[in-house]
């Protein structure tokens, strides 16, 4: 038995067992044995099968596995800190849906992602609904109705490949470098990245995800954003890796990036706003996965410096509404605590990607592995998060001291940290260059809200009829841009 | 031809539920809906896999080639999950029935006011 599938049951094994009771301290043991299996197959290990039959579930730990391992338990243990005033179920479930999420990294198998992805969308609208408060219980159906939408689509292209390929392993598909030209096929895979494309929240597919992430309690709306919504990316990543498709998944990428951030712009509820925001950013991931090579690497890095940062915002934000009972930012401003404006100061440096933070690290390790076109796209979606982002400068002016930094502090030092170990390692980064390019956007964004922010245009709505619409419309878009790409 | 047939009626259960989905405003049909095109997914996956004149693969059972088992396998995990998640989808009918009155989705998109 492999160690780190060791680590993966254990997880869910005290996520059960907390269930019984002593929620709290399972969640803690979880974490501590995840990092002990992850000290343990770091720094990774080849492809396995598991079950020894000719039907076992590949697994491999590679770098994305690594990566999100890491993230993985810094966020629970984030949360677990800020949310431990919480009893009852919310803990273990938190904990059996973290457990999920490291079982996922590791999958190479289109069946296992399916079932992975399933479960830890199950457990999601059970967090997302947790306090059942209508509204949130609202967003949390949206979101299972417009998941399992997406997951029959990919159910659907399972059979399509399933039957032309006889196989559902990642590497052995993508040894026999399979002909996207058979319709039959690619509009298998079309519908493959339709259903990962709405797990992962992107614009079109994933329109569930500003309400639920937004109406969500506060440590799963950190959760949900900044780990389950990446295992739709990793998703995506997995079958790039399996079927030669990274030209649709770098236009989704731009779709994504741009639609997020038109919607992030004009929003005034402030977790519905970062909501948005992670839409957007899942472009910079999803460009990184569709040109492969270094980008992919600088896309990792970037799902971490996003995980970390995002979680952080939303545990401030959500405090500060939590303090306040209020939830749209200029009602906010000038009321938060010293706390929760330090929380949101240091997650909107980093979002913006100014150095010395995380975001800057791993925005110039995606920028130095993409071609120059790409590179004006990614800076293009910069300004754009400067933009919208100005808009929280109003909030960071402290009214007291009250309260503590709670999980926000582990946060803010792992920015901070990565930061740092991200202007060490990538020596492109200490140039006068890379620090006024960053600048510089930062500065387009600022100007680019004083231009905006008078204009309040009427953008459509999304219901729950229009979001499955747009998802179906989607699908059948992507298999036609797998067919003709 | 019972594979294309059921591939066929497959695609169709998973076209109708889709459109069911789409088209009523009351939520327990439009989980109806969704649970009729996971249907068609499940009986698509098992027809893909089908082979003419197949034995069931069972050890014992028939001689000559046996059906592919994998797609059974994977589909008894599909229906559990198909399972789970509308039973708790319907936990959450019942929950905004009691609270908001409704199951319309036009009414229930309304905002209702709190914190």
Redesign the interface.
Known sequence: MNVALTGVLTYLALGVVGLLGRGRLCAALAILAGLAALAAWAPGFPERVMGGLPWGVPVAGDTLALAFWALILFVHAAVLWHERHRTGAFHPLLTLLMGTCLGTVFSRDLFNLYVALELASLLSFLLAGYEGKARAVWASLQYLVLATVGMTLYLFGLGLVYGKLGTLSISEIAVRSPDLSDPALAVGVGLLLAGAAVKGGLFLFGLWLPPAHGYAPTGVSAVLSGVVVKMGAVALARLSEAFPVGPVLVALGILTGFGGLLYALWEQDIKVFLAFHTVSQLGYLLIGFGLGGPAALGAILYAVAHGLFKGLLFLAAGTGIEGMGVRSIPALAGHLSLPVVLGLGVGTWAIVGLPPLAGFAAKGALAAGVPSAAKWVLFALGVGTAASFSKLIPLLRPAGRQGGLGGMGLLMGAVVGFGLWGLAEFSGLMTPGAWGEAFLGAGAGYVLYLAVRRFHPRLPRFTLDRAAVATLLGAVGLALGVLLA | MEGIAA?AL??AL?GS??WT??RRRN?IW??LG?NV??G???L??V???HRPGARPAIEGLGSGPAAD???Q??VL??IV??F??LA??LV??I??TE??HTQD??K??R??E??
Do not use: S, W
């Open positions: 591939a497959g695609i998973g539920g889709l989905l789409v939520v439009k989980l969704l095109a996971a068609g997914a499940i698509f996956l027809a893909v896999a088992p994998l797609p396998a994977l995990t599909a999950i198909h789970a998640t708790l989808a959450y009918v929950f905004l609270h908001r989705v036009h229930l998109e905002e209702p709190e914190p």
